[in-house]
T-cell receptor
Framework: AQKITQTQPGMFVQEKEAVTLDCTYD???????LFWYKQPSSGEMIFLIY??????QNATEGRYSLNFQKARKSANLVISASQLGDSAMYFC????????????FGKGITLSVRP | NAGVMQNPRHLVRRRGQEARLRCSPM?????VYWYRQLPEEGLKFMVY????????ESGMPKERFSAEFPKEGPSILRIQQVVRGDSAAYFC?????????????FGPGTRLLVL
């Protein structure tokens, strides 16, 4: 079974600064994908970034980058130049590569951006 | 450019009534996943369907819950004889394929409140 751990308490960051949100995972499978989703107070789930277990380079999408350390089983999200609109819950998730790619989610981290 | 559609957005039911949640996947997507989010928790997988087939229902309670994805029309998550513990946000996601690297795009969710 897969497990995602997000243990940081609520995070605070000053506007325009960078912030790292931690995520560790556990799986015995070798082929999997890691995802980050954002959930603002309005409640929807917004896909941010994806990292495959065989990708050699860290994924980047605009201000989002994923610091993937396979040996440590960590997939931390880095948000650069934080904006007020980044205040939200952030969920790390994983799926195995195969016929059924159901997502396993962590409990999430609350990020608050201060002006 | 319609994304994943869910309705209703909010649903109030009294204990013992039935709840029907609908999900229309993104155009061209034939894989649908349902997740449940309890307050202050991450999302938990319930069921994975393809057109006319339930592929994995390992996360769905054995009683009172059922899901379908007919050849025509939306996917339906049905909860019979609702209880207060069913109060949660129910999210539907769709993907183009079932491969683990395929991004799942989420609908806005249905917030179910059982009185």
């Amino acid at each position: 079974a897969q497990k995602i751990t997000q243990t940081q308490p609520g995070m605070f960051v000053q506007e325009k600064e960078a912030v790292t949100l931690d995520c560790t995972y556990d799986t015995s499978d070798q082929s999997y994908g890691l995802f980050w989703y954002k959930q603002p107070s309005s409640g929807e789930m917004i896909f941010l970034i994806y990292q495959g277990s065989y990708d050699e380079q860290n994924a980047t999408e605009g201000r989002y980058s994923l610091n993937f350390q396979k040996a440590r089983k960590s997939a931390n999200l880095v948000i650069s130049a934080s904006q007020l609109g980044d205040s939200a819950m952030y969920f790390c998730a994983m799926a195995l590569t195969g016929a059924n790619s159901k997502l396993t989610f962590g409990k999430g981290i609350t990020l608050s951006v201060r002006p | 450019n319609a994304g994943v559609m869910q309705n209703p957005r909010h649903l109030v039911r009294r204990r013992g009534q039935e709840a029907r949640l609908r999900c229309s996947p993104m155009k061209g997507h034939s894989h649908v996943y349902w997740y449940r989010q309890l307050p202050e928790e991450g999302l938990k997988f319930m069921v994975y369907l393809q057109k006319e087939n339930i592929i994995d229902e390992s996360g769905m309670p054995k009683e009172r819950f059922s899901a379908e994805f007919p050849k025509e029309g939306p996917s339906i998550l049905r909860i019979q004889q609702v209880v207060r513990g069913d109060s949660a946000a129910y999210f539907c996601a769709s993907s183009l394929t079932s491969a683990g690297q395929e991004t799942q795009y989420f609908g806005p969710g249905t917030r179910l409140l059982v009185l």
